[in-house]
């Protein structure tokens, strides 16, 4: 079946870089995202790959994608305390609806 | 600006009691989803509607109901909540089933 698989928790200290890894299991995602749900709120589209890409840069964020071993992850540079938060990998399946992992929390210390 | 609203923030209900939570949106999208997040899992889907056509998913619960009476409103009804329905949830929308989600807020929903 359709399963997006991320580590729980990462701990940084401000100013470094971080680093969310995340697996997904439908090799026919034509794209992939990652959300930001900070404290009582709702989620955030931070980025997303399209499947053809290796990389995507945007401002501090990449998104790096491994297609042969279906893995993504999302880079952080100069983490900012105002990046704690819970990040949420997502693959779109088959019915076209968003599927999440459970989310990697993000502690920044300072 | 355009957005998705949901109503309450907060919501708490008795164990029982019905209980309905409300999405809008201004984005005049075509699907609207209705997601269960529970502490520290995965958002699950629980359905959307694509305009009035209504999608369940296989395992969400016969307690749990939604309407759309219009482009713009969702509703999600709990009609028995129990205690395991204790959850955030989310509406989403977007403009086609292949296009990019818009979240709302969310209701965090507390049942005594």
């Known amino acids: 079946g359709e399963d997006v698989e991320q580590s729980l928790f990462l701990s940084v200290r401000e100013g470094d870089s971080s680093v969310i890894n995340c697996t997904y299991t439908?090799?026919?995602?034509?794209?992939l995202y990652w959300y930001k749900q900070e404290p009582g709120a709702g989620l955030q589209l931070l980025t997303y790959?399209?499947?053809?890409?290796d990389m995507k840069q945007d401002q501090r964020l990449t998104v790096l994608l491994n297609k042969k071993d279906k893995h993504l992850s999302l880079r952080i540079a100069d983490t900012q305390t105002g990046d704690s938060a819970i990040y949420f990998c997502?693959?779109?399946?088959?019915?076209?609806?968003?599927?999440f992992g459970k989310g990697t929390k993000l502690s920044v210390k300072p | 600006d355009a957005m998705v609203i949901q109503n309450p923030r907060y919501q708490v209900t008795q164990f029982g009691k019905p209980v309905t939570l409300s999405c809008s949106q201004t984005?005049?999208?075509?699907?609207m989803y209705w997601y269960q997040q529970k502490s520290s899992q995965a958002p699950k889907l629980l359905f959307h509607?694509?305009?009035?056509?209504?999608?369940n998913e296989a395992d969400t619960p016969d307690n749990f109901q939604s309407r759309r009476p219009n482009t713009s409103f969702c509703f999600l009804d709990i009609r028995s909540p129990g205690l395991g329905d204790a959850a955030m949830y989310l509406c989403?929308?977007?403009?086609?089933?292949?296009?990019?989600?818009?979240f709302g807020s969310g209701t965090r929903l507390t049942v005594v």
């Open positions: 989403a929308t977007s403009r086609g089933t292949g296009d990019g989600y818009t």
């Open positions: 439908d090799s026919s995602s034509t794209y």
């Open positions: 790959i399209f499947s053809n890409m």
């Open positions: 997502a693959e779109r399946g088959s019915q076209g609806n968003l599927i």
């Open positions: 984005l005049n999208h075509n699907v």
């Open positions: 509607y694509y305009d009035k056509d209504f999608n």
